[in-house]
């Protein structure tokens, strides 16, 4: 139909037959605003839910100092419907996106976008740890503070870093799929005194060698979701190499990703109300203030500095080089998926979250973050392990163990394997922490002085494992480009009409009706 545009009116020219309506982009000042209201509203409503939840928690925090547990569980139960919705998600969208994803691409461009992202992924944590270095040897927080004037709080586990890279490489090839949905493989270790008799004297005196241990091994509960996205990329290359005869079932595993989305948008608007009584909870339960910020002040300001530097700071400008474009209009975006990341403590529970306002905010391929966000959720922990370098090198200064080049060389890489084997859960990285604490020659009771702030320091460097994920999808979008237009052009329909249905529903999640 034939349009011409004569100021601000539109009308039909002759022989055209009775005009369609046309939607024109709002005019007035207050027509824009109205549009950019009703396009970030659950954003707005989510960031208002974290600030409402730390003056709820501190309101009820005054008018009683101590909150019983059960008193806590009742304030948090509407938060934990909130985050047990979200990690309902998370093995169906996890396994049906990268199969699908996988699969609808060749194995060489699939290659190619994974290569990307591991690079991406190496890169961006061996700077966080280099960061972490840095600054704790810069602003010395542990110096001069003993160990017995920091409260201990909390327990450790007894893990040796060969136990735990064996678990990490145990976990990533489970016997069982269905039992890696609900449960993950753990090494136990357990004192036994009467094994003493039978190690060499020497090794007797003392009382933590390895040799008088016993070894147990478990399942544990807590999805293990490394061992599925192994199986799913497995999964997904063989589908691709099957061509025809694989389209049946990667078509299930497209309509299942498609499914979850779906579902993935009715349940983030449960987001303000879960992430308020989640954040509530948590400050009553908290330990005195005064007392953790006289303690431990400095050693969270140094990991907070950490964080903010490279979350804000290095990783968009990794993404500014790699794509020639501004990094702030991607951030803000993603702000649903940071405050949600802040709120639940969970690079996996705000997976949906993540990848929802990738594809619909920014546009993103869902080709590439469904392929690359799940995959960067498991194993992609800048934040982790900036944080695990920081506090084991603090712990070292406050126990005034001395350090060398070698050692800080030696947690540079325990920091890296132990934040890859961090589970996306709220606090999983005091668990591989140990194993960075022995690399410096450290008790693991040791972690124990730093988990009084640990809740929130969680909070901030999940929200830039957040944040990490999602501007390395971009940039890796941006740098497959060409290849992902080159395999439209040669007539893949699937993928044609997956980006025009991306397009055309880009913000019918921040539009859809409470």
Not at 17 to 34: F, G, H, L, N
Not at 224 to 242: D, K
Not at 288 to 311: D, E, K
Not at 323 to 335: D, G
Request: include cysteine.
């Amino acid at each position: 139909m034939g349009i011409e545009e004569t100021s601000h009116e539109l009308r039909p020219l002759s022989g055209d037959p009775q005009p369609r309506a046309i939607k024109m982009a709002p005019q007035t000042r207050a027509q824009k605003m109205k549009k950019c209201f009703g396009e970030n509203l659950l954003t707005m409503l989510t960031v208002a839910g974290v600030v409402g939840g730390g003056v709820l928690g501190f309101t009820l925090r005054a008018s009683k100092p101590i909150w019983t547990p059960r008193e806590v569980m009742y304030v948090q139960f509407i938060g934990d419907l909130f985050l047990n919705m979200l990690k309902g998600l998370i093995i169906p969208l996890l396994v049906s996106s990268i199969v699908a994803a996988i699969g609808s691409l060749d194995l060489t461009l699939s290659s190619k976008i994974g290569f990307r992202a591991i690079t991406y992924y190496v890169a961006t944590t061996t700077l966080a740890v280099f960061q972490g270095i840095v600054l704790v040897n810069v602003i010395k927080p542990g110096k001069n503070q003993g160990s017995s004037n920091i409260t201990r709080t909390g327990s450790s586990r007894n893990v040796t870093t060969a136990d735990t890279l064996m678990d990490l490489a145990r976990n990533m090839f489970p016997p069982n799929l269905l039992q890696a949905a609900t449960h993950q493989y753990r090494t136990v270790l357990s004192y036994d005194p009467s094994k003493n008799d039978q190690v060499d004297p020497i090794l007797r005196q003392d009382r933590y060698n390895l040799y008088s241990w016993n070894i147990d091994h478990e399942f544990t509960e807590g999805s293990n979701v490394l061992g599925l996205v192994v199986f799913s990329v497995i999964l997904g290359i063989a589908i691709g190499r099957m061509g025809e005869l694989g389209k049946p079932l990667l078509k299930v595993f497209e309509s299942m990703s498609e499914a979850m989305m779906v579902i993935t948008n009715w349940v983030i608007w449960m987001s303000p109300v879960g992430v308020l009584f989640l954040v509530s909870s948590k400050i009553l339960s908290m330990e005195s203030i005064g007392t953790v910020i006289s303690q431990l002040g400095l050693y969270f300001f140094t990991v907070l500095l950490g964080l903010f530097c490279h979350g804000f700071i290095v990783i968009p400008l990794i993404y500014t080089v790699g794509t020639r474009k501004s990094p702030f209009k991607f951030i803000a975006n993603m702000s649903q998926a940071i405050v949600t990341a802040f709120g639940t403590a969970s690079s996996s529970a705000s997976l949906p979250v993540s990848m929802a306002c990738l594809e619909e905010k920014n546009h993103c391929d869902e080709r590439v973050s469904r392929f690359v966000m799940p995959i960067g959720a498991t194993i992609n922990m800048d934040g982790t392990a900036l944080y695990e370098a920081v506090a084991a090198l603090f712990i070292a200064q406050v126990r005034n163990v001395e350090y060398g080049f070698g050692n800080i060389v030696a947690v540079s890489i325990t920091a890296t394997m132990a934040s890859i084997g961090a589970a996306g859960i709220p606090q999983a990285g005091l668990v591989t922490m140990v194993m960075v604490l022995d690399t410096v020659g450290l008790p693991a009771e040791d972690v124990t002085l730093i988990i009084a702030v640990d809740w929130l320091l969680d909070r901030f460097r999940t929200t830039v494992n957040v944040l990490g994920d999602a501007l390395g999808a971009g940039l890796v979008e941006h740098l497959s480009k060409d290849e992902l237009d080159a395999l439209d052009a040669l007539g893949e329909p699937e993928s044609v009409k997956k980006k025009a249905s991306n397009a055309n529903h880009q913000n019918e999640w921040c539009n859809t009706p409470m």
